[in-house]
Antibody
Framework: QLQLQESGPGLVKPSETLSLTCSVS??????????WGWIRQPPGKGLEWIGS???????YHNPSLKSRVSISVDTSKNQFSLKLNSVTAADTAVYYC??????????????WGQGTLVTVSS | DIQMTQSPSSLSTFVGDRVTITCQAN??????LNWYQQKPGKAPKLLIY???NLETGVPSRFSGSGSGTDFTFTINSLQPEDIATYYC?????????FGGGTKVEIK
């Protein structure tokens, strides 16, 4: 059974870089059949897609985050990662990683990791 | 960006009742719509994909319909374990976008 687990610092200072890793178990991130994505949810609010990556490195991200987002993949560790720079309090959220069960990024998310809360505060 | 408008934002009803949630897109998205359930403190879970297909293992009291710009999500005979917030998500175009959510409570 495929499982995803987010990890990273729970507290980041304003203007610094948020860095998270999603570890995949029960399946290979190098599968040709899937994209892998990041979604976030500010406390008490809705869901926002951040971006997605294919194991070969092709990435798509939400233009609302402009050029602050970087998503990468490490197939040797079966992980993919998110970096969001110049963070502000508005970036405080639960961050989820998830799989697109499709070779297309234009698809659904299933399954999801449990999520990790990242707070931006000095 | 494609905007997804869900209604109502919250509802409260009785166990056994039928629950209907609507999701409207601001442009034609064909049947490129998914529905998720999020229980408090948990990650979202896929229930319905491609507007009307029930994900494996999901109870048959959940269903979805619609195409184009108007979509409906239904729970037939609401159960106590269905207390959650439900979200629609379109995948017609990037960026992928979600509706604002519908919180379902029991009276």
């Amino acid at each position: 059974q495929l499982q995803l687990q987010e990890s990273g610092p729970g507290l980041v200072k304003p203007s610094e870089t948020l860095s998270l890793t999603c570890s995949v178990s029960g399946g290979s991130i190098s599968s040709r059949s899937y994209y892998w994505g990041w979604i976030r949810q500010p406390p008490g609010k809705g869901l926002e897609w951040i971006g997605s990556i294919y194991y070969r490195g092709s990435t798509y991200h939400n233009p609302s985050l402009k050029s602050r987002v970087s998503i990468s993949v490490d197939t040797s560790k079966n992980q993919f990662s998110l970096k969001l720079n110049s963070v502000t309090a508005a970036d405080t959220a639960v961050y989820y990683c998830a799989r697109h069960p499709s070779i297309a990024v234009l698809s659904r998310f299933d399954p999801w990791g449990q999520g990790t809360l990242v707070t931006v505060s000095s | 960006d494609i905007q997804m408008t869900q209604s109502p934002s919250s509802l409260s009803t009785f166990v056994g009742d039928r629950v209907t949630i609507t999701c409207q897109a601001n442009q034609d998205i064909s049947n490129d719509l998914n529905w998720y359930q999020q229980k408090p403190g948990k990650a979202p879970k896929l229930l319905i994909y491609d507007a009307s297909n029930l994900e494996t293992g999901v109870p048959s009291r959940f269903s979805g319909s619609g195409s184009g710009t108007d979509f409906t999500f239904t729970i037939n005979s609401l159960q106590p374990e269905d207390i959650a917030t439900y979200y629609c998500q379109q995948y017609e175009n990037l960026p992928l976008t979600f509706g604002g959510g519908t919180k379902v409570e029991i009276k």
